[in-house]
């Protein structure tokens, strides 16, 4: 059960005693404080942790501070979804909102690989309006001998060039703590030009011991990929590990599952399960087109298999898509092949500009057909 208290609580204040007082008199619950600094108010929830259920709603309510009571289910506490669950299903980051209604590409490179390729990929990026992207600079590789990011040693001017376009978040892929303390200090030094999401790769899903570490610090939010090989609850499990520790700020990817049943695509392309993680949690959810089909081919339409999957995600309610380009694929140290091409931008943009509005069409067509059927319930009711 949570208890969401009336915004700007004062933990120090008499109310706020009584409320915790009367909790500590119900016999075998514990109780979790998290609060979440907006830019406005301070939001305190408390999470009651035992068995709830013989505890009435109406009861909590009428607790000091408490504003709203939510029962929650036991999968996904924090980040799930349950029954009257008003909570947030977004949050911003340095000026950016990222939330179950929006969408923003993250268009960029794989690994970063020379200040001239991260340039030209800013500058093409702010030529098109953009203020996100994604670049690498630590890469998990399956071969011991692959290139393996140039790491810290980017950082500084990926930041700088970043700052100088206009860019405001940039998902970067860590695989070890010490990653955000380089990213961090870079930060700092540079001046803080950009902000960066953190992102978990596919193969660190169940790192739980990196989960915990992500989830401790709340300055960065972060992008968890689905485990290629495992199941979509396993993998929501892992994103309520971050929640858990203390950041929300969790965005969901599903990037295609290891089978060979996908082939010829690098993954099985998962992207009818955005609308089941919009479902069963509140958090955005993002699809990685490039990854999941991992190569340039295309179809007699003219259209590339990456661009098909990136409209269907989109069509289905994606809020963010990540999406490796490369201004020379030929010199990309990783995944050169399955990069797009900066002349292809524009009308990339464009084609998902197109999927998003049809989205936002079936929504308004599915919409009247709810009230309708509301509707005709209620006249039901009234006979
Ligand atoms: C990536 O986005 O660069 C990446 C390695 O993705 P994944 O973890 O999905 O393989
Ligand atoms: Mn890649």
Request: with cysteine; charged share 25%; aromatic share 6%.
């Amino acid at each position: 059960m949570i208890l969401i208290l009336t915004p700007n609580v004062d933990l120090k204040g008499d109310e706020y005693r009584r409320l915790m007082d009367s909790l500590a008199s119900f016999p075998g619950i514990k109780n979790r404080i998290h609060q979440e600094h907006g830019t406005e108010v301070v939001l305190t929830e408390v999470y009651l942790i035992g068995n709830t259920s013989s505890l009435s709603l109406e009861e909590m309510r009428r607790l000091p501070c408490v504003e709203r009571v939510v029962r929650v289910s036991e999968e996904y506490r924090i980040l799930g979804r349950h029954k009257d669950d008003q909570r947030p299903t977004y949050f911003e980051y340095n000026g950016v909102r990222f939330g179950q209604d929006n969408l923003h590409v993250f268009a960029g490179l794989c690994a970063v690989d020379t200040p001239e390729h991260v340039e030209m990929m800013m500058k093409a990026l702010q030529e098109n309006g953009q203020i996100c992207t994604r670049m690498g600079a630590y890469k998990p590789r399956t071969s011991p001998y692959a290139f393996q990011g140039h790491g810290k040693t980017c950082l500084p001017y990926v930041f700088q060039l970043a700052g100088k376009y206009g860019i405001k978040v940039i998902a970067m892929e860590i695989t070890h703590e010490s990653h955000v303390d380089e990213i961090r200090e870079a930060l700092q030094q540079t001046g803080n030009p950009t902000g960066v999401m953190l992102q978990i790769g596919t193969r660190n899903t169940q790192n739980f011991e990196l989960l915990k570490m992500v989830g401790r610090q709340q300055e960065f939010p972060v992008l968890i990929k689905r485990g290629f090989g495992i199941t979509l609850e396993e993998s929501l499990n892992a994103a309520e590990y971050l929640a858990s520790e203390g950041n929300r700020k969790v965005v969901f990817g599903l990037r295609g599952m290891k089978s060979n049943m996908g082939d010829p695509h690098r993954n099985f392309v998962d992207f009818a399960q955005v609308p089941v993680v919009k479902r069963l949690t509140r958090m955005p959810v993002c699809i990685d087109p490039s990854h999941s089909v991992g190569s340039r081919n295309g179809s007699p339409d003219g259209i590339l298999d990456v661009m098909h999957a990136t409209a269907q995600g989109i069509i289905a309610g994606a809020n963010m898509v990540l999406v490796d380009f490369h201004p020379v694929p030929t010199k990309a140290l990783v995944d050169g092949p399955q990069a797009l091409r900066l002349p292809e931008l524009p009308r990339f943009l464009e084609d998902i500009r197109i999927a998003r509005e049809a989205y936002e069409k079936r929504v308004a067509l599915w919409k009247v057909a709810g009230e309708e059927a509301i509707g005709k319930s209620s006249a039901n009711s009234g006979q």
